[in-house]
Structure formats: structure tokens, C-alpha cells
């Protein structure tokens, strides 16, 4: 695992060489906003599972929110997301939604996809847990103007 910072580089253990603790297998980045709030992200150096993991903390709440996975025993041929429920106390804590995006470059077929290839994703959801929207499901509505939205404007 590698950390870049500007045009430095510099692997996980080498950082916790000059530090002087044991080298790990995942580091952790928090971002806080002072008001008790902030953003958790894990990077796992897993080799089975090789992951980014984010969450967010409110007051004494925890908010799962994405795991970004490299092509894993899983999902060999893709990079995959998974979107999550988010506070865990009274919100599904299995993902509710994925996507995933083909690392090979090749579809099922063994063809390698191009430029010129019209791709079109497919996000798998939870009908469970969540509902479908698209975006143009409102017409000509400006996106902070969606239901979901109207508490941000």
C-alpha cells in the first residue's frame, strides 16, 4: 500500500518504520467538521479483500456508507462499490446497492471493449431496502429541488 502526498510517494510500512510502530495491513484517514461530525475511510491491504471503506460519524451515531473493492476471490474481473443503508442502529447494515466496472477490459464474451462500445452500467439494488429513481423520474426539476434534496437548498 502506498501514500502519495504531492509528487512524494511512500509505502505503508516505510511509514510505520519512521514512525516506529508495526507495520499494518490498513490505515485509516478521519476528517472532522468540529461540529461532532466526520467522515471515516479504511483502506484494507487485505489481499483477499482489497478495499476502501467510508463511514461517517454523527454524535454517538455511525453512518456505513461505501466500500470500494478492487478485483478480488469474489469478483476477479471488477472493480466493485457498494453503497450501504447508512445509521447502523435502525438502517440495513448489508449493502443496498452495487455496481461494478470490468478491470480486464474484456466482456464475457472475451472481446475487448473500445471506445467505440456503448456501455451501459448496471447498478443491482436491494427492492428490499431501497427504491429506484432516476434522475429524469422528476422531468425538467433541478436536482436540489428532488424530494430527496429539498433539505439542502
Known amino acids: 500500500m502506498y501514500i502519495r502526498v504531492g509528487s512524494k510517494t511512500i509505502s505503508l510500512n516505510e511509514l510505520c518504520s519512521m ?6 495491513g490498513s490505515m485509516e484517514i478521519q476528517l472532522d ?7 471515516v475511510t479504511t483502506v484494507s491491504d487485505d489481499p483477499n479483500f482489497p478495499s476502501v471503506s467510508s463511514h461517517g460519524i454523527s ?8 466500500r470500494l473493492e478492487l478485483p478480488n476471490k469474489d469478483y476477479p474481473e471488477d472493480f466493485t462499490v457498494r453503497l450501504y443503508g447508512g445509521n447502523e ?8 446497492a452495487m455496481m461494478k466496472s470490468n478491470a480486464s477490459g474484456k466482456s464475457v464474451t472475451g472481446k475487448k471493449f473500445s471506445e ?3 456501455l451501459t452500467k448496471i447498478l443491482y439494488f436491494d427492492r428490499e431496502l431501497a427504491a429506484a429513481k432516476g434522475f429524469d423520474d422528476y422531468g425538467d426539476v433541478p436536482y436540489e429541488r428532488l424530494p430527496e434534496h429539498v433539505e439542502d437548498v
Open 116 to 118: 467505440a462500445d456503448e
Open 33 to 39: 467538521n468540529n461540529k461532532g461530525q466526520s467522515i
Open 19 to 24: 514512525l516506529g510502530i508495526q507495520s499494518v
Open 59 to 66: 454524535g454517538h451515531a455511525q453512518y456505513n456508507l461505501t
Open 89 to 96: 442502529n435502525y438502517e440495513a447494515s448489508d449493502w443496498i
